[in-house]
């Protein structure tokens, strides 16, 4: 018999409502490989057992109580744990910061649709300060790993959500990505991660990020799971400025992923967008590999050029640099901060309001252009990154920030501009070095358009099934 972490997330949401599988067995197992497993893989800052069992016998009693489970939450008392820069009322928040040590008497709104939704919360998982850097080694944890090679980063800055899924200490996780942050983790730890719509799920009610670059989005080991898990935290609420439209009624994006696509326009690159950076060979073969895949499912698929201007680069640095500002911190307390945490809110410091406007309207000038070149397409094909998982500590290896943010930039170079135009994309873990290690692809949608790439995304899960592979570690 399977050992219950190696249940999807719907199979535990359907033993669950069929009374098969209690939710606090479900927990106590999730929290038991968590206490093994965590000081490997780095995946939890904060791990929160009562809260957890609270949630879970408060899940137990509900089925009891149902007339019709099948009425429940789709993923009703399953194991969902929380990224540690989001607000979870009563548990500690460090934001991955040693400046940082609050509990928050509320909830952010994701968190609020999470619990709506029904499901267990085991803790908060470990991300980097501010959730800045594509890597999380904060100075509040230990780094987070990706379970397929220990001595390798598990990505960032949603790094301790994808190790926690793909260790099996969660069937799932909520992640957020401002510039990457769901999909680099995903490619890096063999998941698949959905980086929303700007305003498919909500950001408030405390934050209010420049550039509104940031989203929630979730990270899990199917396109069910992950499809599941967006219908639990998405939905605007009535102080949102700028939310996304609804689906139309009766949609969900999980039946989404059990729809054919139907006959798609796929462009293609793998130039890089952000950096002048070499592509390697494993993130191309994966490319060209998933290339082959979609036109034998009678996809088109053609080679297209993206037009940026060099100036791009400038303009989301400046912005990133003032977000690394919004975070306030104790000035006493400055010289506690990482040093690239540090470098770039000097950056960010050195930025007049007329700058920093004119940043922000470039980039919406950026994002219309780059839509409207891209128009034809129903979907973009692009490697998710230009090189395959890297060791712990190579970012920050001679310790100079500037070297540290250049060497993301060429790691990164193919997942922020997506943040800048608002577009929903998607990593697929589709390709595996000679050493085993995962190798992610990217898809990207139209504004607003996650059914039809969760449908793709399904399609090509189902031709080229990626579940049965297991890190060492589960």
């Given amino acids: 018999m399977s050992a219950l972490h190696d249940l999807t997330a719907l199979e535990q949401a359907d033993a669950i409502r069929t009374r098969t599988l209690s939710p606090v067995e479900l927990a106590e197992h999730y929290l038991a490989r968590t206490e093994a497993l965590n000081d490997e893989v ?61 509990t928050p008497f509320g909830d952010d709104h994701v968190v609020t649709r999470l619990k709506q939704g ?53 069937p799932a996780a909520h992640g957020s990505d401002g510039g990457g942050s769901v999909r680099i983790p995903a490619s890096v730890c063999g998941l698949v991660g959905i980086k929303t719509s700007r305003g498919r799920t909500s950001m408030g009610p405390l934050r209010d990020p420049v550039g509104e670059f940031p989203v929630n989005g979730p990270l899990a080991r199917t396109v069910r799971d992950a499809a599941a898990l967006l219908d639990v935290m998405a939905g605007a609420f ?16 999980l039946k989404a992923a059990g729809r054919e696509p139907g006959v798609l326009r796929i462009g293609r690159f793998r130039t890089p967008l952000i950096a002048d950076a070499e592509v390697h060979q494993d993130c191309i073969d994966a490319y060209d590999s998933a290339s082959m895949l979609l036109e034998e499912l009678g996809h088109v698929v053609e080679d297209f050029t993206p037009v940026f201007p060099d100036t791009m680069v400038g303009t989301f640095e400046t912005i990133w640099s003032v977000l690394a500002l919004l975070t306030p911190v104790d000035p006493a307390r400055e010289d506690d901060l990482m040093p690239l945490t540090r470098y770039l809110r000097e950056r960010g410091a050195g930025v ?4 920093l406007a004119g940043a922000v309207s470039f980039a919406r000038i950026i994002s219309r252009s780059a839509i409207a070149a891209s128009a034809a397409y129903d979907v973009l094909l692009t490697p998710t990154l230009a090189m395959p998982p890297v060791p712990v500590g190579y970012f920050t290896d001679g310790g100079d920030p500037a ?25 697929l873990p589709l390709h595996w070095t000679s050493e085993g290690l995962p190798i992610g692809v990217q898809l990207i949608g139209r504004p607003y358009d996650e059914p039809t790439l969760i449908s793709l995304a399904a399609q090509v899960e189902q031709a080229k099934p990626w579940l049965g592979r297991h890190p060492e570690i589960w």
């Fill in 238 to 253: 009535t102080d949102d400025p700028y939310p996304a439209p609804p689906l139309l009624p009766g949609e969900t994006f």
């Fill in 118 to 170: 029904n499901v267990v919360m085991t803790g908060k998982t470990n991300t980097p300060e501010f959730g800045l850097p594509c890597y999380t080694e904060p100075s509040v944890a230990l780094p987070a790993r990706t379970p397929w090679d220990l001595s390798c980063s598990a990505g960032g800055s949603s790094g301790g959500a994808a190790a926690a899924v793909a260790a099996g200490l969660a």
């Fill in 352 to 355: 007049s309001g007329l700058e």
């Fill in 403 to 427: 070297t540290d943010f250049a060497r993301q930039k060429a790691f990164t170079p193919f997942t922020a501009l997506f943040n800048v135009t608002g577009q929903p994309a998607i990593s």
């Fill in 42 to 102: 780095g995946a939890f800052i904060t791990i929160t057992p009562e809260l957890a069992l609270e949630h879970a016998r408060a899940a137990e009693q509900a089925v009891v109580d149902s007339a019709d489970p099948g009425e429940l939450p789709v993923l009703h008392g399953v194991v969902i744990p929380v990224k540690d820069l989001q607000f979870l009322g009563g548990v500690r928040c460090t934001m991955g910061s040693a400046t940082y040590n609050i």
